[in-house]
């Protein structure tokens, strides 16, 4: 599946990798990993450290490899030459607005609620992510609802 996906999205460039431009196939599979993610570090203490083992699902690993297509493109970053080395902190952060961008593209596709498409120049912006929340009340039960920690 990890092939697939490389061969149909990743080959195509970091464009292709933006939620918007995903088949609902390939949309699906990162919502899921999307949601993995967010749900795992919440339920991580800040001085534990998150095993890679939780995320060694296949959903996990394609929103992984999203990631660091647009990270690479962002960055002109290449593994083999910079030593495959990201700081954790930046890289939690930057998959969780990854992974938020994905969600809210999953809300927006099945629903009535609109959400601005993130470009490559802002998707690991958190200020966006803020302020689509802030444009969108309903978002934070609806958010509530998918990660189960709504308010009964």
């Known amino acids: 599946m990890i092939n697939k996906f490389a061969e149909e999205i990743l080959s195509k460039g970091a464009t292709e990798v933006l939620p918007q431009n995903l088949s609902d196939e390939w949309l699906e599979r990162l919502y899921y990993g999307a949601v993995y993610f ?12 998150i095993e890679s083992e939780k995320f060694s699902d296949i959903n996990s690993m394609i929103l992984f490899a999203a990631d660091s297509e647009i990270y690479q493109y962002k960055n002109s970053y290449d593994p083999k030459v910079d030593g495959g080395k990201r700081d954790e902190s930046e890289l939690y952060d930057n998959l969780s607005c990854l992974s938020l961008s994905y969600i809210f593209e999953m809300i927006s596709r099945n629903s009535e609620i609109i959400i601005d ?3 490559l120049e802002n998707i690991y912006n958190l200020e966006r992510v803020f302020e689509i929340e802030q ?6 039960d609806l958010l ?9």
Do not use: S, Y
């Open 144 to 152: 509530g609802k998918i990660f189960g920690t709504e308010n009964d």
């Open 135 to 140: 444009k969108n009340p309903v978002l934070t």
């Open 117 to 119: 498409a993130p470009t």
């Open 38 to 49: 967010i749900k795992v570090l919440n339920m991580t203490d800040d001085d534990e450290e």
